[in-house]
């Protein structure tokens, strides 16, 4: 009885995992017609052998290529074929960084209440001490509150809700005063009960839907629906789900921004300012909107000139930079613009140089940028700015002295 490979004709593709897809990269006949004698089991090892060792070669040598698989395809002089797989092998992954609490800049206020919880205050600390996991998911506070799924994701992980509980309650402590121990244990309260009614949430089916970025229609149908006492928490619940599947956090400042483009009032401009404030709290979406500044000083520059509603000069008006800067300027954004200036004020607290590898330069972007920014800046925080750039000229001076 012959063998397989004598008695039908081989094909083999090379297939590669790209951006989740398998693409077909190769296609190779066994090569049978190219010999002058019969194709036997020394010249079919051969092929597959060859093969195989291209598909290794596009494996290492392509990033984008995360797996390879080679399939063999028997064919009979009818036209009859089966196809099976030979060889797999998926890349080599870098290993992943564990994810970790960023520990707060500062006191913060203290929640009594889940609602007191879901506000500008709540959303920015769990921004900061969670970033890493809201990076991961690409999503905000607003959603990690009010969607279940998220908090069963953030639940995987309870080294990480451990460790949020006791920085924040640390945090509260230095500012209200009271027992660390007891103020974990009134946050976790406040934690079980944030999870538990985003999962009572869950089982509502008629909840309505946003659609049309229309806000104030939702919050009437959730009115209708649901009665005015939590609408304000059903409509987060309602973004929450109309935000699945997109893209990253630009994408949901985007959306946020469409939501303003009708008129807003009450609640639900709290609601789009909120989503716009957290997402300019992470530095990604910060960088991707300013683009490259060459030293500190224009990046700092360009944060208070966006914060007060001037986008920068080569901005194209249709975008996100440019409806963001037009809001801010209208004054519907305090919560935003705030989350500008607290970026400013932490960039000069840290004191990294302001001219990149001029230090001829410093003393003169110093005094400019000084002068501006705390002639600039809401009027609470103009004393620490002050503070800010004056440790900066006494490292200066001392430097010079030394």
Known sequence: MPEFYEA???????????????????????????????????????????????AKAILAAVPAVKAVKVLRERQRDDGFATVSEIFAQAG??????PLGVTPLDGPVGVCETVDQVCGREGYKAV????????????????????????????????????????????????????????RSAALLALAEAIGRRAREAMGERRLPKLEDADLERLRARV????????????????????????????????????????????????????????????SAIVHELL??????????????DLAKGAPP????????????????????????????WDRVLREAE?????????????????????ARLVADCPAPMQAAMRAAFRARQRKIQQAEVA
Request: neutral net charge; charged residues 25%.
């Open 8 to 54: 039908r004709r081989l094909r083999y593709e090379i297939q590669v995992l790209v951006g989740g897809r398998w693409q077909i990269a190769a296609s190779i006949d066994d090569g049978r017609d190219e010999i002058a004698r019969r194709f036997d089991r020394l010249d079919l090892e051969a092929t597959e052998r060859r093969v195989i060792d291209q």
């Open 92 to 97: 080599s992954q870098p290993a992943e960084t």
């Open 127 to 182: 921004g900061t001490l969670l970033r890493g996991f809201l990076d991961k998911l690409q999503i905000a506070p607003p959603e990690l509150f009010h969607y279940a799924p998220y908090q069963r994701k953030l639940e995987e992980n309870y080294g990480l809700v451990q460790g949020a509980l006791h920085q924040l309650a640390q945090a509260q402590v230095k500012a209200a005063g009271g027992e660390p121990k007891a």
């Open 223 to 282: 009115e209708a629906r649901m009665g005015a006492k939590d609408a304000l928490f059903w409509c987060n619940v309602a973004v929450a789900r109309s935000l699945q599947g997109s893209p990253g956090l630009l994408a949901r400042l985007d959306a946020a921004l469409r939501w303003l483009e009708r008129p807003l009032a009450g609640d639900m401009l709290g609601l789009a300012d909120n989503y716009v404030a957290c997402a300019l709290d992470s």
């Open 291 to 304: 683009g490259h500044c060459d030293n500190l000083a224009l990046a700092l520059g360009g944060l208070a």
């Open 313 to 340: 000069r080569d901005s194209v008006a249709d975008t996100p930079l440019a409806a963001l800067a037009r809001e801010l300027a209208a004054g519907r954004l305090p919560l935003a613009a705030q989350s500008l």
């Open 350 to 370: 840290r004191g990294k140089p302001l001219a990149r590898n001029d230090e001829r330069r410093e003393w003169a972007l110093l005094t400019k940028l000084s």
